[in-house]
């Protein structure tokens, strides 16, 4: 069912018409003044103050400022904008834009990432200045060679010794050894672990 109709003062539509001067958004202002969208763009093509309606104005740009300034954005640190970005998502959330509320979303997502991602680093740094030179240690003593080898070893004489098993319990009975799945898989593995017997 639709909006019921509503009557509202000049005064209401002229200040939605300065809201919407000044830059803020058909859905903005007739969401602030209770406005229908529709009647909205309908009085603002009528009387002529769309912004497609309105005169350019010239580019203008001082360079001392912009080069002073940083050009026309203020400076803001990371947590200034994660905390701008996450009001302007509760905003638009509030106002059922989904799309521009997760575009603020993201925003805010990316200066907390700048922010850990500076702790990080700044962390990193700190850790750097604070540990001794290497240079100055003495060296680590030589890890033994021997103990991987020994365990490598170890496990070849195991596996040497289960094949030799299976060999000869098929060699006793005096047919052809008849082995299952499992068996000739295990077999196998042991015959790529051990090489040949």
């Not at 002229?14 to 001067?21: F, I, M, T």
């Not at 007739?30 to 005169?55: H, N, V």
């Not at 500076?118 to 033994?144: E, K, V």
């Not at 319990?169 to 593995?189: C, F, I, M, T, W």
């Amino acid at each position: 069912m639709s909006d019921p109709y509503r009557i509202r003062s000049p005064e209401t539509w002229d200040a939605a018409r300065l809201a919407y001067l000044e830059g803020c958004s058909a859905d903005e202002v007739c969401g602030r003044f209770d406005l229908g969208l529709s009647a909205f763009r309908k009085r603002a093509k009528a009387e002529g103050w769309r912004r497609a309606d309105q005169a350019e104005d010239e580019p203008f740009e001082d360079a001392d400022d912009a080069a002073d300034n940083g050009g026309d954005l203020p400076d803001m640190d990371d947590q200034a904008l994660a905390d701008l970005a996450r009001r302007r998502m509760g905003v638009a959330a509030r106002r059922g834009a989904v799309t521009e509320a997760l575009r603020w979303a993201r925003l805010r997502d990316f200066a907390l990432r700048q922010m850990r991602d500076q702790q990080r680093l700044c962390a990193r740094l700190s850790a750097r200045l604070s540990a001794p030179d290497p240079d100055d240690a003495p060296p680590p003593p030589p890890q033994p060679a021997e103990a991987p080898r020994e365990k490598a070893v170890a496990i070849l004489a195991r596996a040497r010794a289960d094949l030799q098993k299976v060999h000869k319990v098929h060699s006793n009975s005096g047919e052809a050894p008849r082995l299952n799945r499992s068996d000739r898989r295990r077999l196998k593995r042991m015959r790529k672990q051990t090489g040949p017997p």
